[in-house]
C-alpha cells in the first residue's frame, strides 16, 4: 500500500512531489488550528519593551511621600513578604528623584524619566501588577510564557500562531536583542510546542542584523540547494512519526531564503532622516544608548513592514544579565539605565503617532518585578532589592487610555491595595486589542488545549479607550 507522499513522489515524474514541497512552507505558516481574529480590532502590531532587571516602580510612575518621611526607619513585621528580599530592620528608604504631574492629564511621572514625562498624555500606567517569585529567571518566563518554569510559547509566539504575518518575506515575531540572553533563557523567545515556524527571529544591535544574511551563493545555486534540502527531508518525513517539526524546518529555509533581500533594508536606519535619528538618541556618544536607540527606530520599522510582535531587549553595560537590577548604586546605575532606554521608548512611542501608526500598534514597556521600597541601611551607595508585591509597567497606543492610571499600591509602594493585576491579565488585554479572545487561543498537546493565560486571565476594560 503506497501513501499520499509516496504517490507524489513517483507519480507524474515527481511533479506532483515538487508542487508539495512548495504548499508545505504556506501550510507550516498557517499552522493547523491557527485561528483568525474573532472580532475587529484595533491592534494590527505590539512592540514590547523589555526592561530587564526590574525597574523601581517608586522611583518611576508610582510616588510615595511617605518613604521619605520615614526614611532610615525599620519597617517592622507587619510590612515583611515572602514575595519581597525583606525582613523586619531592613527601613524605608526614599525616592533621589522628584516626582511631578505631567501633561494635560496631571500623571505622576519622576525626574527619572524627562522624556517620557513629555509624552505623559499617551501612556496607561498599571500600577497594582503582582508576580509570583522574587527570582529573575522565573519572572522573566512569568511575564514572556505565563509560566515560571517556562517549557510553553512565548507571547510573541502566540501573537504569531494567531495571527501569523502581514509579510511572507518577514517573520512574524522579531527580538531585536543586544548581544545577551536574559535570565530564564532562549525559552523566553521560543516557540515550545508550537511550530518551530512561530518561533522568534533575533536581530543584533552590532554588526550584521543576522548571520549569514548575505548570500555566498548566486540565487539560482541558493534555490538549488533549497530544493536539495526540500527533497531529503521531506523524505525524512516520510519517515518521522511527526511531521510537522519537519514541515517547519522547511518553511524556515523558505522564509529566510526570502529575509535575505528585506532584513538589509528594513534594518538600515540610515534611511531614516538625521532629525529622526536624533530624536532617538542615534547620535548619542554613548555605545550602549546608540545600539539601544538603533534597534528602537528598527522596530518602527518593523511593524510598519508587518511584523506582528517585536521585542527590543536592553543592553547590559556592567556585565549584568538583568541590567535593572540595582541592589546597589541604585541612583547611578537607575540613572544609566534610563539615559540609555527612555528617550529612545519615548521618540518611539512619538514617531508612531506622527505616522498615524499609534492606533494600530500597541507599545508595552515592562520589566519582571519592581524594587523593594525599603534597604538594608541607607547610604550613598544603597539599592532596592527584588519586590514582586507590587509593581508598575505602562502601555500606549493600541486602543488603550492614554494619561491615566490604574490600581495602586499602599502608601509605602510595598503592596498592592487596589485592583491587583497579574501578567495573565496583561497578556489577555493585548490578545484582546488583537482580537483574539484569550480563552480561544489554544494548541492541542500533552493531550490537553494550552493558552497562553492557562486557567487565568481577564480582560482589564478600564483602561481600554
Keep these: 500500500m503506497i501513501n499520499r507522499r509516496g504517490f507524489l513522489h513517483n507519480s507524474s515524474a515527481g511533479f506532483g512531489w515538487l508542487a508539495f514541497a512548495g504548499l508545505l512552507g504556506e501550510q507550516a505558516q498557517a499552522a493547523t488550528k491557527k485561528p483568525l481574529p474573532q472580532f475587529v480590532a484595533p491592534v494590527k502590531n505590539v512592540i514590547f519593551c523589555f526592561m530587564d532587571g526590574g525597574p523601581s516602580h517608586v522611583d518611576t510612575f508610582d ?154 551563493d548566486t540565487l539560482s545555486l541558493q534555490q538549488r540547494k533549497l530544493a536539495l534540502l526540500a527533497k531529503q527531508d521531506l523524505a525524512f518525513a516520510t519517515r518521522a512519526s511527526e511531521a510537522s517539526p519537519i514541515e517547519s524546518a522547511i518553511a524556515n529555509y523558505e522564509t529566510a531564503f526570502r529575509m535575505q533581500t528585506l532584513i538589509p533594508e528594513v534594518a538600515d536606519i540610515s534611511q531614516e532622516s538625521l532629525h529622526v535619528q536624533r530624536e532617538y538618541g542615534i547620535d548619542s556618544k554613548d555605545k550602549h544608548q546608540h545600539y539601544y536607540a538603533t534597534q528602537a527606530l528598527r522596530a518602527r520599522r518593523l511593524v510598519e513592514a508587518g ?96 494619561g491615566m492610571t490604574f490600581g495602586e499600591t499602599d502608601e509605602f509602594g510595598n503592596s498592592v491595595v487596589e485592583h491587583p493585576l497579574s501578567i495573565h491579565d496583561i497578556h489577555a488585554t493585548i490578545l484582546h486589542q488583537l482580537g483574539i479572545n484569550h480563552e480561544d487561543l489554544t494548541f492541542r498537546h500533552g493531550g490537553r488545549d494550552h493558552r497562553l493565560t492557562d486557567v487565568h486571565g481577564h480582560v482589564i476594560q478600564e483602561i481600554i479607550s
Aim: with cysteine; aromatic share 6%.
Design 307 to 402: 511584523v506582528r510582535f517585536v521585542e527590543i531587549t536592553c543592553p547590559s553595560f556592567d556585565s549584568n544579565n538583568s541590567p535593572w537590577d540595582q541592589h546597589g548604586l541604585l541612583k547611578q546605575n537607575h540613572e544609566k539605565n534610563a539615559r540609555i532606554t527612555e528617550q529612545s521608548v519615548a521618540a518611539l512611542i512619538t514617531d508612531l503617532k506622527r505616522r498615524g501608526l499609534l492606533n494600530e500598534t500597541l507599545v508595552v514597556w515592562a520589566g519582571e518585578m519592581g524594587r523593594t521600597p525599603h534597604t538594608p541601611k541607607v547610604s550613598p551607595t544603597c539599592g532596592r532589592d527584588h519586590h514582586v508585591n507590587g509593581y508598575s509597567l505602562f502601555m500606549a497606543g493600541g486602543g488603550l487610555k492614554g
Design 63 to 216: 510616588p510615595k511621600p511617605a518613604l521619605k518621611t520615614h526614611e532610615g526607619k525599620a519597617i517592622g513585621k507587619e510590612a515583611v513578604s515572602k514575595r519581597s528580599q525583606s525582613n523586619a530592620s531592613r527601613v524605608w528608604l526614599g525616592s533621589p528623584w522628584e516626582f511631578r504631574k505631567r501633561g494635560e492629564s496631571g500623571l505622576w511621572v519622576s525626574d527619572l524619566f524627562p522624556h517620557l514625562a513629555s509624552i505623559a498624555d499617551e501612556l496607561c500606567v498599571v500600577r497594582s501588577m503582582v508576580g509570583e517569585l522574587p527570582l529573575h529567571g522565573q519572572q522573566n518566563l512569568l511575564l514572556h510564557t505565563g509560566r515560571i518554569i517556562g517549557q510553553a510559547p512565548s507571547m510573541g509566539a502566540w501573537v504569531s500562531y494567531g495571527l501569523g504575518t502581514e509579510n511572507k518575506n518577514l517573520p512574524a515575531y522579531v527580538v531585536l536583542n543586544n548581544d545577551w540572553v536574559p535570565n530564564g533563557g532562549l525559552e523566553n523567545f521560543g516557540s515550545s510546542f508550537l511550530p518551530a515556524t512561530h518561533q522568534a527571529t533575533q536581530v543584533r544591535a552590532k554588526g550584521s542584523p543576522v548571520d549569514n544574511i548575505q548570500p555566498a
